[in-house]
């Protein structure tokens, strides 16, 4: 399967502990997205890459999020200190950038529930 | 924060029916985009419409574009079962390469 994968598909984690987020894009892809989505919303945009470049954040990372992308090529999301409203689907996608605003591909996602 | 605001936010048809789905936004756009999801899966690429496009089709696929509106529409003719999901539109074009997504509508196609 040459899709984006995201790894774990499901983490229930208690309230005060870390998870981490793997997400591998389509391999030629060079942008990759992270978004976050509550139930019944549409996905709300986390950050992005170029390459291992982070180029945007949004407001809603706060400093327990954080993303990398070494070496261009998997991402990782990490939650410190998780809080019930850390609880959501984290959806990555990736893109081909000589398409500047091309389709995103979307992995299933990594449900995320904080108890 | 969401750009777009899809209307309506439930439809429900029967099969063989049209379904249509809009969308309004912001602020100005070099391109808008529709995706499909499934329940608790991710999202799929349906079909993209750039700024100075007012139509496109793609099969059972209708989409409308009114930039000076800031509007667009969704249009699945014929529906199928299969196309119980929800619907988002999502805009790009302001200096970065995001994509900003509305809050979807939920379309229930009864068999």
């Known amino acids: 399967d040459t899709g984006v994968s995201q790894d774990p598909r499901h983490k229930i984690t208690k309230r005060g502990q870390n998870v981490t987020f793997r997400c591998d894009p389509i391999s030629e892809h060079n942008r990759l997205y992270w978004y976050r989505q509550t139930l019944g919303q549409g996905p709300e945009f986390l950050t992005y890459?170029?390459?291992?470049?982070?180029?945007?954040k949004s407001r809603l990372l706060s400093d327990r999020f954080s993303a990398e992308r070494p070496k261009g090529s998997f991402s990782t999301l990490e939650i410190q200190r998780t809080e019930q409203g850390d609880s959501a689907m984290y959806l990555c996608?990736?893109?081909?950038?000589?398409?500047?605003?091309?389709?995103?591909?979307f992995g299933e996602g990594s449900r995320l529930t904080v108890l | 924060s969401q750009q777009g605001e899809e209307d309506p936010q439930a439809l429900s048809i029967q099969e063989g029916e049209n379904a249509t789905m809009n969308c309004s936004y912001k602020?100005?756009?070099?391109?808008l985009q529709w995706y499909r999801q499934n329940s608790g899966r991710g999202l799929v690429h349906l079909i993209l419409?750039?700024?100075?496009?007012r139509e496109k089709h793609s099969g059972r696929l209708r989409v409308t574009l009114d930039t000076s509106k800031k509007s667009s529409s969704l249009l699945i003719t014929a529906s199928r079962a299969a196309d119980t999901a929800s619907y988002f539109c999502a805009t790009g074009g302001d200096s970065s390469y995001k994509l900003i997504f509305g809050s979807g509508t939920r379309l229930l196609v009864r068999p």
């Open positions: 890459f170029q390459n291992e470049a982070q180029l945007e």
């Open positions: 996608a990736s893109s081909f950038s000589t398409a500047p605003y091309g389709e995103l591909f």
């Open positions: 419409i750039r700024s100075n496009e």
């Open positions: 602020t100005s756009i070099n391109n």
